[in-house]
């Protein structure tokens, strides 16, 4: 049933926006600090956790599925949509700086797909003990 996938999201939605709140005044600051990830992570916790504890119906478990899969692209759009508000009234530093991490990310990809690759086609990859005869 959708309403405790409803239920399980709007826990962890106000148990981490409220974690954020108590972190940025831990912080110093009057704003919510990471809420919305905590909420994902407790999100995440909670549906792996009544997963692994006990057998659900097919109704229940497709609920809590629906509302997992929803809540991450929504509270990324979200962030995001903050974040460009407040870059544009951050000024031209607030610019540069997103631009520029945006630039390294994309130069990044090429060097972390190469990596990605020669890791794969490593020798004695399928064998776990590989590291271990050789240690000896």
Request: some cysteine; overall charge neutral; hydrophobic content about 55%.
């Amino acid at each position: 049933m959708a309403i405790y996938g409803s239920a399980i999201l709007a826990f962890s939605l106000v148990c981490g926006l409220l974690a954020g709140r108590l972190l940025g005044l831990a912080c110093g600051i009057d704003a919510n600090v990471g809420g919305v990830g905590i909420a994902m992570l407790l999100l995440i916790l909670i549906t792996d956790r009544i997963s692994h504890a006990a057998p659900l119906d097919a109704a229940t478990q497709s609920g809590i599925l629906f509302w997992s899969a929803i809540y991450v692209p929504v509270a990324v759009a979200l962030a995001a949509s903050q974040n460009v508000r407040a870059a544009l009234a951050g000024g031209p530093a607030a610019l540069l700086a997103g631009a520029g991490a945006t630039v390294a990310c994309m130069l990044l990809v090429p060097l972390v797909n190469r990596l990605g690759r020669d890791e794969a086609a490593a020798p004695g990859r399928d064998d776990p003990c590989a590291g271990e005869r050789r240690r000896s």
